[in-house]
Structures are given as structure tokens and as C-alpha cells.
T-cell receptor, first 113, second 115 residues
Framework: GDSVTQMEGPVTLSEEAFLTINCTYT??????LFWYVQYPGEGLQLLLK?????DKGSNKGFEATYRKETTSFHLEKGSVQVSDSAVYFC????????????FGDGTTLTVKP | DAGVIQSPRHEVTEMGQEVTLRCKLI?????LFWYRQTMMRGLELLIY????????DSGMPEDRFSAKMPNASFSTLKIQPSEPRDSAVYFC?????????????FGSGTRLTVV
């Protein structure tokens, strides 16, 4: 079946460090890919997305590129801030199943000043 | 748009009591998803609807759990009777099925504590 595998956390970085959170997927089809962010005490929010190979999604300084050849969608940010501390979820959706998404387990990021 | 609205934000109840969680979808969205999140089990999909029809309820843990969509914009998740192991944060999310690349909009969640 469809699945998403994320880099295990927690990840702890110093402010202004470079961030990479790995995400790979398995899908029986051609999915759209997403990153969601969950801040403490809140629901998940869509951070960025990409719908076809080689597309780059970006938002708030975060980027991820849809790599079909490696079935990956790694999240990156060049300089993290304390306010980026959150849980990050990678997800995929196929054009079937009424748009049901498959989520990874989430990666907790803590950024220290 | 006010987004996906969940109520109540917090619920504390005694074991054995009935609990009803509520969710209002974004206008125009036609898919609705109920999730449960705990530290131990992470994010679990309980049930989802499309055009008010339940599509997959295989994630509902027991018969004590039930969900309905009485109309296109509203859903309830009921637990009867509640047990301490039901304590979790419950999220609903909506999306526009026709746009698989649309993504979900989540509510802020209901934190349920069963004592």
C-alpha cells in the first residue's frame, strides 16, 4: 500500500543552522506531496506542496522538491529560527480515495537560541 | 473564511459518560476526515466521508465510536461510553475531493480527557 517514511526525530538545531528533514514515499500511482507543520497546541497546517515531478514547493523559507526518481520530498530551510520549533509531517495524496492522504509519523524539530 | 471549526476545544469527562465532538467544514469542501493524536500512537485516521457518505471507517477503534455527517457542512464524532484510554486530541480536517493536490485544512482540535 501507500506509505510515507520520515526521518526519525527529534532533531535539535541551533538558530541559523541548516535544516533537512528527509521524506520518502511509496505509492501505487502519481501522488501529490505535502509538508504540514504542527505548532504546540495547534492543528496541522499546510506548509507547502508539489504536484508533479521536479516541482519545488516553498513557503516561509522552507523548500522541498518532488523527486520522482528517488521517490523523495525532503524538507529544507537555510537558516532556522526558534519559532520554527514544531512537528513536521510529510504526506501524499493520490487522485483516488476521495482525496485521502497518507501521513508520515512526524519529525519534532527544536531550535535553540 | 473561518476555517474548520471544532468544538469544544477542551473536554473533561468521567469514564462511562457520552462525549460528542463537533466539526464544521469549510464551505464548499466535500471530504471530511477525523483523526486522533496521542504521544504513543501518533496521528491515526479514524474515519472519512465524501459527500456526506462514510467511505472508510476501518480506523474506528471500537463500536463505542460513531461518526455522522447530517449535512454537507457539519460532522459529529461520538464516544459512548468513554474510557480513559480514549484521552487524546481529536482533529477533523476537510478538503476538496476534486483537487487531490489541494491538501487538508485542519481544525484546532478537541483535547479530550477521560478520568
Amino acid at each position: 500500500g501507500d506509505s510515507v517514511t520520515q526521518m526519525e526525530g527529534p532533531v535539535t538545531l541551533s538558530e541559523e543552522a541548516f535544516l533537512t528533514i528527509n521524506c520518502t514515499y511509496t505509492a501505487t500511482g502519481y501522488p501529490s506531496l505535502f509538508w504540514y507543520v504542527q505548532y504546540p497546541g495547534e492543528g496541522l497546517q499546510l506548509l507547502l506542496k508539489a504536484t508533479k515531478a521536479d516541482d519545488k514547493g516553498s513557503n516561509k523559507g522552507f523548500e522541498a522538491t518532488y523527486r520522482k526518481e528517488t521517490t523523495s520530498f525532503h524538507l529544507e530551510k537555510g537558516s532556522v529560527q526558534v519559532s520554527d520549533s514544531a512537528v513536521y509531517f510529510c504526506a501524499l495524496t493520490l487522485n483516488t480515495n476521495a482525496g485521502k492522504s497518507t501521513f508520515g509519523d512526524g519529525t519534532t524539530l527544536t531550535v535553540k537560541p | 473564511d473561518a476555517g474548520v471549526i471544532q468544538s469544544p476545544r477542551h473536554e473533561v469527562t468521567e469514564m462511562g459518560q457520552e462525549v460528542t465532538l463537533r466539526c464544521k467544514l469549510i464551505s464548499g469542501h466535500n471530504s471530511l476526515f477525523w483523526y486522533r493524536q496521542t504521544m504513543m500512537r501518533g496521528l491515526e485516521l479514524l474515519i472519512y466521508f465524501n459527500n456526506n457518505v462514510p467511505i472508510d471507517d476501518s480506523g474506528m477503534p471500537e463500536d463505542r465510536f460513531s461518526a455522522k455527517m447530517p449535512n454537507a457542512s457539519f460532522s459529529t464524532l461520538k464516544i459512548q461510553p468513554s474510557e480513559p484510554r480514549d484521552s487524546a486530541v481529536y482533529f477533523c480536517a476537510s478538503s476538496l475531493e476534486r483537487e487531490a493536490n489541494y491538501g487538508y485544512t485542519f481544525g484546532s482540535g478537541t483535547r479530550l480527557t477521560v478520568v
